[in-house]
């Protein structure tokens, strides 16, 4: 593949429409709480229990989805007042997928619709712009490209290559403000803007392993494994920074509400041939390198996520996201 100049081509299609260890090893949070500045919920999905969530600071857990075999993902508005849900609805010869959007506080429905992939994929995912008015559909066959829909499902565009070359089904897609989204292609992190036509270069990532891209709130941020390890950078690829440490791997980072803190999955291990699980663990943003390895002692400013009322450090194995 050529080098990327800072302009990408992008094709488009456009329809118009009418702990394996439990001791807490952190130098903070022996009892479930948590800086009285640090707000939001943690979201994460685990085992057989569904996706359960942490109310911060107080630490309170409790169910949030019950565990259902049909759900694709889900997500959290940016104000975390609403939700989205998508789940495989396919009948016999029907490829249908659910999205709805409903109010997390009395549970009242505000959108659903059915999409059908072009490629009749049942295992489609959605995620939320950060003003609420559309969707970002994702799946895991390359040949659907990304397809973005307003939020009752009305068709807005497709985007199906860069340059050509067939975007992959395992590359982060991100939303940014301004309805912007950044993507992973190959080696490459992208920033798009719409109309969703032609993109520009953040990064080449000259890295052998890196992957588990997250952007903050304010766009301004980006965070991701290299190799073992978490680190940051600025929006527009500048000013890397390794900020986690241990003698085992650390992934899946998620940015505070704020962007204050970022939540890890330290000693990240992989459980069967698709299945991966973590410990979770907050550091501050702060540009500094935190050791949050399961046996040696933590730096000091990391908090072992631990539900207020046990004495465990509360483990993931799937999505993961904190509003």
Not at 40 to 63: C, M, R
Not at 275 to 286: L, S, T
Request: charged content about 20%.
């Amino acid at each position: 593949m050529k080098k990327l100049a800072a302009s990408i081509l992008i094709t488009i299609c456009f329809l118009f429409v009418g702990c394996s260890k439990d001791e807490n090893n952190g130098e903070g949070n022996p009892d479930g709480s948590y800086p009285s500045e640090m707000k939001g919920t943690i979201y994460y999905d685990w085992a057989t229990e569904g996706i359960l969530k942490i109310s911060l600071p107080d630490g309170t857990g409790s169910s949030f989805i019950p565990n259902d075999s049909k759900l694709n993902n889900f997500d959290i508005s940016r104000d975390g007042k609403t939700k989205l849900t998508v789940v495989n609805a396919s009948t016999l010869g029907q490829y249908d997928v659910r999205f709805t959007i409903s109010d997390i506080n009395n549970g009242n429905v505000i959108e659903e619709f059915i999409y059908n992939s072009p490629e009749g994929n049942s295992y489609c995912q959605g995620y939320l712009s950060p003003d609420n008015s559309l969707i970002l559909v994702t799946s895991n066959d390359r040949e659907d490209g990304i397809t973005i829909l307003k939020r009752n499902g009305e068709f807005v565009t497709r985007i199906v290559d860069i340059n050509g070359e067939r975007l992959g089904f395992n590359e982060a897609r991100l939303w940014l403000p301004d309805n912007n989204i950044v993507i992973t292609h190959g080696k490459y992190i992208i920033r798009i803007a719409p109309p969703y036509s032609s993109g520009t270069l953040i990064k080449e990532m000259d890295y052998e392993d890196w992957d588990e891209l997250t952007v903050n709130q304010a766009g301004t941020q980006l965070a991701l494994h290299i190799a073992n390890h978490i680190y940051t950078m600025d929006i527009d690829g500048s000013n890397l920074k390794q900020v986690t440490t241990s003698n085992f791997k650390e992934s899946v980072p998620q940015f505070s509400p704020d962007g204050k803190y970022l939540l890890v999955g330290s000693e990240y291990k992989q459980t069967g041939p698709f299945g991966y699980m973590w410990y979770m663990k907050i550091i501050p943003n702060d540009g500094k390198q935190y050791n949050v390895d399961p046996i040696e002692p933590n730096s000091p400013g990391v908090i072992p996520v631990i539900v207020n009322g046990q004495d465990r450090i509360a483990a993931a194995g799937g999505q993961m996201v904190w509003r």
